[in-house]
C-alpha cells in the first residue's frame, strides 16, 4: 500500500515569515514529487514538481527532496497571506501513473 | 494559459440516478484522470485513460464506474447508479506525454441525495 504522510496542521506562520511543509512517503521506487495548493472548495493547483535529490527553486517556493529519507518538503519564503491553503504532497512512481495524494497540510499565514 | 475544464461544476442527483460528468482535457495531453475527493478527505485516485482505454483503475472504480473518450476532446465519467457514498468533488486532470505534471480542473461536486 503505498502512502503518502503529512502532518494535517494547521501550521500558522506570520506574514513575511518561512513556512516549512513536510511529506514522508513509503514506496521506496517513487520517481516524481509535486506540490499542489489547494484553496478552500477549489481543485488542486500544481506549483512545484522535482525529481531528483536536492533543492529546486521557483520563485518564493523552494522543493527539496531525499530520497534515501523517503522525505519531500516544500518552503515558502516571504510567506503572504493569500499563500493559506492546504498544500498536498503527490507522489507516482513512474512516468504518467496515478498520483497518491497526502491528506494535506493546512497553512495560516496571519497578517 | 491551457486548462482542463469541467462540467458541470455542481450536480445534485437521486440515490440510483445515472450521471455522466464531463470533461475538456488539455489539447496536446495524451494521459487522462479522474479523482475524487470526499469532503475533508484526501484526493483519491479513481481511473488512468491512456490510448483510447483505461491503464490503470482503483478499487473504488467497480462496476458502477465507466469511462469514455466519445470524441477527441470531450472525457466522460458515467456513474451508472449513484449512491448516497458517491457524494464527492470530481476532479479530471490530463499530462502530457514526457511530462509528469498533471494538471487538474476546476471539479464537479456531485451530491447525491
Known amino acids: 500500500q503505498k502512502e503518502v504522510e503529512q502532518n494535517s496542521g494547521p501550521l500558522s506562520v506570520p506574514e513575511g515569515a518561512i513556512a516549512s511543509l513536510n511529506c514522508t512517503y513509503s514506496d521506496r521506487v517513487s520517481q516524481s514529487f509535486f506540490w499542489y495548493r489547494q484553496y478552500s472548495g477549489k481543485s488542486p493547483e500544481l506549483i512545484m514538481s522535482?525529481?531528483?535529490?536536492g533543492d529546486k527553486e521557483d520563485g518564493r517556493f523552494t522543493a527539496q527532496l531525499n530520497k534515501a529519507s523517503q522525505y519531500v518538503s516544500l518552503l515558502i519564503r516571504d510567506s503572504q497571506p493569500s499563500d493559506s491553503a492546504t498544500y498536498l504532497c503527490a507522489v507516482n512512481h513512474r512516468g504518467n501513473t496515478p498520483l497518491v495524494f497526502g491528506k494535506g497540510t493546512r497553512l495560516s499565514v496571519i497578517a | 494559459e491551457p486548462e482542463v475544464t469541467q462540467t458541470p461544476s455542481h450536480q445534485v442527483t437521486q440515490m440510483g440516478q445515472e450521471v455522466i460528468l464531463r470533461c475538456v482535457p488539455i489539447?496536446?495531453?495524451?494521459?487522462f484522470y479522474w479523482y475524487r475527493q470526499i469532503l475533508g478527505q484526501k484526493v483519491e485516485f479513481l481511473v488512468s485513460?491512456?490510448?483510447?482505454?483505461?491503464?490503470?483503475k482503483s478499487e473504488i472504480f467497480d462496476d458502477q464506474f465507466s469511462v469514455e473518450r466519445p470524441d477527441g476532446s470531450n472525457f466522460t465519467l458515467k456513474i451508472r447508479s449513484t449512491k448516497l457514498e458517491d457524494s464527492a468533488m470530481y476532479f479530471c486532470?490530463?499530462?502530457?506525454?514526457?511530462?509528469?505534471?498533471?494538471?487538474f480542473g476546476q471539479g464537479t461536486r456531485l451530491t447525491v441525495v
Open positions: 486532470a490530463s499530462s502530457g506525454a514526457g511530462n509528469t505534471e498533471a494538471f
Open positions: 485513460f491512456y490510448n483510447n482505454e483505461i491503464s490503470e
Open positions: 522535482i525529481y531528483s535529490n
Open positions: 489539447s496536446n495531453h495524451l494521459y
